[in-house]
């Protein structure tokens, strides 16, 4: 007789994702995964295969809710320098307003990497890598050239990934929505 999942999939994703966030992907144990899903060893390996796997579902989670939003923001804005203020400013508050100070959870996740060249730090660079590459796209069709395209788009996600860590020990939006105000300057 088959056995029964009886936890919620999705539901068991997204507290595994929480603890990720919290912990990071290397600092995580399967104990701390089993225990925090409340699932023994045997259920958590039938159901996500290894921890990675299951690390690379939260990822498709956290990125598929990123870029409707990135779309949205830039979107909405005629001026792509207004769309990247738009966009980085609700970055910032986003950030600063979580009561946690958890960051971004790739960020994190980056932070995290223990440094051995695991797929794990493949995705995470397919992750940004694929930011960049909207933003290029984003601002190539708004009539910026090539090489200032790229060059935008790699310092504009590297002000993203650092803003995500210092907001974790400094909460004050101001200085980090001035930062955006300069580096928007930079754009002209």
Known sequence: MPRVKLFDREKAVKAAMELFWQKGYA??????LTGHLGIGKGSFYATFKSKENLFNECIKIYTGSNFPFLDQVLQSEKDYKQGLRKLLEGYVLGLTSDEKRKGCFMANSCALADGD????????????KRIE???VLYLENQGVNSPKAKSVAATMVTFLIGMSQQSKINGDSSSYLSTVGNLIRLLD
């Open 27 to 32: 600092s995580t144990s399967l104990s701390d």
């Open 133 to 135: 590459n909207y933003l």
């Open 117 to 128: 060249k695991t797929s794990l730090e493949k995705t995470i660079n397919e992750h940004y």
